[in-house]
């Protein structure tokens, strides 16, 4: 029996109801729910929300139920796969709007005193982390660090967050990461997004992830002694499974098998992902290998601008704002030729498209070669894509989806995920993973999307996209419209 049918038989026998009374009362199919609740067969969604409004139950124990349903209909893996991503996404829009990590305080590590080349004093792991970051970032003119702590463990990076600001300097942080390669523990995986992907995201850290692959298991991991290190130039700190207790050394001979042994680790080990800081260098990268696209998902605040104009007023845009990126016109005409070409479906957010017509931002690659649009370009521009719309190729996720508005993430084959921050077009972040675990669970997780409770109907998405028309028209004709926000 499943998780969903006994929850489903418990909150009956709770309310002090069998199968026979309740399908009466609630006039739900008898035979039905009889399968439900003994996990003979799954019903329909609605007959499950029926069934919780008939129960009369708490918000917080439909949403379990409907939790548990989900989880039910699409395998336990999928569903801690698609939790994850979602989790991803709102912590980056949390990241993005308080413009901060964590306000948590730096804890003083006072006066750490190393009496031998392996300290026979015994302190918390975060004053030891903490006292070997400082030292390393006040010490170094070109601080690095190299460590193989947990990918999806927040220590390293909340300190990094907390002490990388103080001082006018990147740190280089090298960081080898262990994954399943089972794919029941894929969910493992992608934890580790979540911890390094508003790494690569943060201004003054060099940061540079390599995986392997290991059937090491977390309940094999106690039986490790001191499994984890963090590298620096003068220190090496050794870390127990759960993280709890260190030792610190500073023997140069013990620096250097550590940092001897961790480039050897490399050796056998794949690079999680490029990336690139650089406006030109990331376009080209993102213009790469286009023509051996075949399909292609894309997620973004706003829609695509290939959905919103044109090439040819496009490419006058290029010519009018940003003539310094002409030369790479070339083979951005030859990847919109590519693009109308593949099996796209795009999603975009009715908070994005809000925030376009009040300020004229969009997202995308292409907003890093084109300016924001003037009212009169938004107006041409929400014209242009309700005249080209359709549920088919495009969806408007609702307000209950949390996105950040400056990630812009692209899907190509089910093998290449692209995740952009456009948050300064001056230095943004743009990384491509290959990994496959990843690939696959962002794939299953946009298929779920397009009939997901996200997705806003196609009639209820033209009908505000022609609001935000008529409050243009307004705006641009001179006339002030009733209402100042779209």
């Not at 060099?206 to 309940?219: A, E, T, V």
């Amino acid at each position: 029996m499943s998780k969903f049918s006994e929850k489903c038989r418990e909150l009956l026998a709770e309310n002090g109801y069998n199968v026979y009374r309740f399908s009466q009362i609630a006039s739900l199919e008898r035979t039905t729910l009889q399968r439900m609740v003994t996990g003979k067969r799954l019903p329909s969604p609605e007959f499950v929300e029926h069934f919780c409004q008939a129960l009369r139950i708490s918000l917080t124990e439909k949403k379990e139920v409907m939790d548990l349903y989900k989880m039910e209909s699409i395998g336990e893996t999928a569903y801690q796969n698609q939790t994850l991503i979602l989790q991803l996404f709102e912590k980056l829009s949390i990241l993005e709007k308080n413009k901060r990590f964590n306000n948590q305080s730096v804890v003083n590590y006072g006066e750490i005193k190393l009496i031998s080349p392996v300290s026979t004093d015994k302190y918390e792991t975060e004053l030891l982390l903490q006292y070997v970051l400082r030292k390393t970032l006040q010490e170094q003119e070109s601080p690095e660090l190299y460590t193989n702590l947990p990918g999806a463990n927040s220590l390293l990076p909340h300190y990094l967050n907390l002490l990388v600001p103080e001082y006018n300097k990147t740190i280089l942080i090298k960081h080898l990461i262990h994954f399943q390669p089972n794919a029941s523990y894929a969910y493992e995986n992608l934890e580790t997004l979540h911890q390094i992907i508003p790494l690569c995201f943060s201004s003054g850290i060099n940061y540079i992830p390599f995986y392997y692959y290991s059937k090491l298991s977390q309940n094999d991991q106690p039986n490790l002694l001191y499994p984890f290190y963090i590298i620096t130039e003068k220190y090496v700190l050794q870390l127990t499974t759960d993280l709890s207790k260190g030792i610190l050394h500073s023997d140069p001979v013990i620096l250097q098998e550590y940092t001897k042994e961790f480039q050897n680790c490399l050796k056998h080990s794949a690079p999680l992902l490029q990336q690139s800081k650089d406006p030109a260098e990331a376009l080209q990268l993102y213009l790469t290998s286009f023509d051996t696209v075949q399909t292609l998902t894309g997620l973004a605040s706003t829609p695509c601008d290939m959905d919103s104009m044109d090439d040819e007023y496009f490419f006058h845009r290029v010519k009018e704002a940003s003539p310094e990126y002409i030369p790479l016109m070339k083979t951005y005409a030859a990847y919109l030729d590519g693009l109308k070409q593949v099996s796209r479906h795009t999603f975009f957010t009715s908070n994005g498209i809000q925030k376009f017509c009040e300020c004229g931002i969009s997202s995308g690659t292409s907003s890093i070669v084109i300016p924001n649009f003037s009212p009169k370009e938004r107006l041409t521009s929400l014209k242009y894509f309700l005249e080209h719309f359709s549920n088919e190729s495009h969806q408007m996720l609702n307000s209950n989806f949390s996105y950040p508005d400056s990630l812009f993430i692209e899907l190509r084959n089910n093998h290449s995920l692209f995740l952009i921050n456009l948050a300064d077009k001056t230095n943004i972040s743009f990384i491509i993973i290959q990994e496959s675990s990843i690939c696959n669970a962002f794939s299953e997780f946009f298929r779920s999307l397009t009939d997901s409770e996200f997705i806003t109907p196609e009639n209820q998405t033209r009908t505000l996209v022609q609001k935000y028309i008529e409050q243009l028209k307004q705006l641009t004709s001179g006339v002030t419209p009733p209402h100042r926000n779209f």
